[in-house]
């Protein structure tokens, strides 16, 4: 304590007062010891201090054992002492170092709290007596004096404070320090990632933000994308280099938070940030996380990117539909393209309408190449969906270089219909039957109007079907009868015969009946099919066709069975008219005594036979055969049946006109006899100038 009295440049009269200063025993102490000034002093630092008198002419020592007790007094009188002469560390350490009465506060506390009243600490005093409150932990206090301004700020004793952990409290001490790099370290701890480049603005100061960064990715990454985040998308601009930052983070292998930032970073798809958006996608790609990647390129973020670097990396990162959106070069395209089960099957179906038809039908080459079982469907919707462009006729030999069957009946399946290509309906038909799809088969034969008949009907003769029903469809629509009947005679197939007579088309059965006939199909089949068939078989046809084969007599009982039914047609009294005659079987009684037969076929038929009975045939056609009466009996002699038959048609034309001429107008009676007597055959021989 000898230093601190020796400082005091003070009077004796006012030491002596401040030491000596008591109610009792006044009187004695009024006096000075000496004229000389007082000099406190001591031999040991840890007793109280003694004054020592000096005398102008000889020095006196004496000690005072007296006590300094009024250590609130000495406090306000070194408070009030001009410089820092009294209140540095010193002094300080002079009042922690005396003994603390029973039942009192410490010295030193009294010094400061003499100190507080009387106004601000200094520095030094401000962290001495801040101290001991943070370790009593008494924080209240020191907001106190903060609210008060009792105390100075300096970053000491911020950092004094920081070390408790409290950083709020060290911000605000900070902050009237001006230490500003520990300001922004608070403004970072306390997560105020905004107020830094506020407060760095509005005091001049750049921070080390790539530093910050570094340190902050260390203790939290989480953080330090946000905060990346703010620097590089603040308004007045980017405040970070993003690849210095993208440096930082995946030098520290926060790869989440790095893809986080740079997709902030990048938002704007710059041409300038080609280059980071490239490694935004190598560093995904080759870091373990290819689906972070396949989602930036499917949300198509950038557009600047290398592209022939992606789809590398794609490709060695097992992303192949993605390769494929990059590839431009063929060969890539087609090494890529056969991954084909872990691309997927609706985006190849979209990607091949990118490419040309060369490329494209060289890509389902390799695809049937590579695993044609798996691949053959994805191929067929490619050819469905894009055959108008890729050639119709181009896949049809593709898929046929590869044996596939499968492929081209549901290609063509799907645009046979609407096809007016022959090709087109022949290999769906060809294909149909390769897989066995005979309904499918018969469909087409039956509907379609496209295909060539001729070339059809030689693969299904050929494809020999377990079920004809397509051939028959085909040989009846283009007339190819004698083939069919051929064909399921051959097979033994006689009630697909039946079915085709009956219920098919009937009107072909003489053509069948006649190809049977042709190919000594037993008679009685024979006619038990037409019987079957029955009125709806064409009589006129079926006489023809085996009148032909010159066995007419097979259809005897078919015709008597038709008549004994009441038919009426003459095609059937017609047919059985010539059978009669053929086995004359009382042909003049059916020739006079059937009204139903066609005079001029069945005379016909006759002349070759029997004049006569063609003679009877003309005959009974009464007027409507005189030209046909007139020449078979001029020509076979039979004058003398001809010269009754004209007198009897004379007097028939004799009355009639005479009937005429009494009973009807003249109009009518000038027609008639005009018509009768000029046009009929039988003019030339009822003339007085004939020479018949």
């Not at 105020?192 to 480049?197: A, E, G, L, Q, T």
């Not at 946000?226 to 983070?249: Q, Y």
């Not at 088969?441 to 299904?460: G, H, N």
Request: one cysteine or more.
């Amino acid at each position: 304590m000898s230093n601190f009295f020796c400082s005091l440049s003070l009077s004796l009269s006012l030491f002596t007062q401040f030491f000596f200063s008591r109610p009792k025993k006044k009187q004695n102490y009024k006096n000075k010891i000496s004229p000389a000034p007082f000099v406190p002093n001591s031999s040991s630092p840890t007793l109280p201090p003694i004054l020592k008198i000096t005398h102008h002419h000889s020095t006196t020592t004496k000690t005072i054992t007296k006590t300094i007790s009024d250590y609130a007094n000495a406090a306000k009188l070194a408070a009030k002492t001009p410089g820092d002469d009294l209140r540095n560390a010193e002094t300080i350490a002079r009042f922690q170092a005396l003994p603390t009465n029973p039942g009192q506060p410490s010295p030193v506390l009294q010094y400061f709290s003499s100190l507080l009243e009387l106004g601000q600490l200094n520095a030094i005093e401000s962290i001495e007596l801040v101290r001991p409150v943070l370790h009593q932990n008494k924080k209240h206090l020191l907001e106190k004096w903060l609210k008060e301004e009792k105390l100075t700020c300096s970053e000491e004793l911020g950092d004094l404070v920081f070390q408790f952990n409290d950083s709020k409290m060290a911000l605000a001490i900070y902050l009237r320090a001006n230490a500003t790099a520990k300001v922004i370290n608070c403004f970072l701890q306390n997560g105020d990632y905004d107020n830094i480049v506020k407060y760095s603005a509005k005091v001049g100061y750049t921070p080390d933000y790539v530093f910050m960064l570094q340190n902050m990715v260390r203790q939290n990454a989480k953080a330090a994308e946000g905060f990346a985040k703010r620097l590089v998308t603040h308004e007045s601009g980017p405040l970070v280099d993003a690849n210095m930052v993208a440096e930082v983070f995946m030098q520290m292998n926060a790869l989440q938070e790095c893809t986080s930032f740079l997709l902030e970073a990048l938002k704007p798809n710059l041409e300038k940030d080609a280059d980071l958006q490239t490694r935004l996608l190598e560093i995904n790609l080759l870091g373990g996380a290819p689906q972070v990647a396949d989602a930036i390129l499917g949300a198509s973020m950038f557009s600047h990117y290398d592209r022939p670097k992606v789809a590398a990396l794609c490709e060695r990162s097992q992303l192949f539909q993605r390769a494929l959106e990059h590839y431009t070069e063929l060969d890539d395209i087609k090494r890529v393209i056969v991954h084909t089960q872990q691309i997927n099957h609706e985006f190849l179906g979209q990607y091949f309408a990118t490419l040309s038809a060369e490329n494209a039908l060289e890509c389902l080459k390799v695809l049937l190449t590579h695993n044609q079982g798996f691949n053959e469907t994805i191929v067929v919707n490619v050819a469905t969906k894009y055959h108008e462009n890729i050639g119709t006729n181009e896949i049809i030999t593709l898929l046929t270089d590869f044996n596939s069957w499968k492929g081209i009946y549901f290609f063509l399946g799907g645009i046979v219909n609407s096809s007016q290509d022959s090709k087109v309906h022949f290999m769906y038909i060809k294909a149909a039957a390769k897989m066995n799809q005979v309904k499918e088969v018969e469909r087409v034969c039956r509907d379609s109007a496209v295909y060539d008949p001729e070339e059809v009907k030689a693969f299904l003769l050929e494809a020999n079907l377990p079920d004809p029903r397509p051939l028959i469809q085909v040989c009846d629509r283009h007339g190819f009868i004698d083939e069919l009947t051929s064909f399921l005679y051959g097979k033994s197939l006689l009630n697909y015969i039946e079915v085709y007579v009956t219920k098919v088309s009937p009107n072909k059965t003489p053509q069948v009946v006649g190809k049977l006939l042709d190919l000594d199909c037993d008679e009685t089949f024979v006619k038990n099919l037409l019987t079957t068939v029955g009125r709806a078989c064409p009589v006129d046809d079926l006489v023809a066709a085996v009148e032909q084969r010159n066995r007419l007599r097979l259809l005897q009982p078919f015709l008597e069975a038709r008549i004994a039914e009441g038919n009426t047609e003459p095609a059937t009294h017609n047919a059985i008219g010539k059978l009669y005659i053929r086995l004359n079987k009382e042909p003049q009684q059916f020739l006079q005594h059937n009204q139903f037969y066609d005079s001029k076929v069945v005379g016909l038929y006759c002349e070759k036979l029997d004049p006569f009975l063609a003679f009877l045939a003309y005959k009974r056609a009464w007027g409507g055969c005189d030209e046909e009466l007139i020449n078979v009996t001029n020509v076979n002699g039979l004058f003398k049946d001809q010269a009754r038959c004209v007198i009897f048609i004379f007097w028939v034309k004799k009355f009639l006109f005479l009937f005429f001429l009494f009973f009807v107008p003249d109009f009518f009676y000038f027609f008639f006899f005009f018509f009768f007597f000029f046009f009929s055959p039988l003019s030339s021989l009822l003339s007085p100038l004939s020479t018949r």
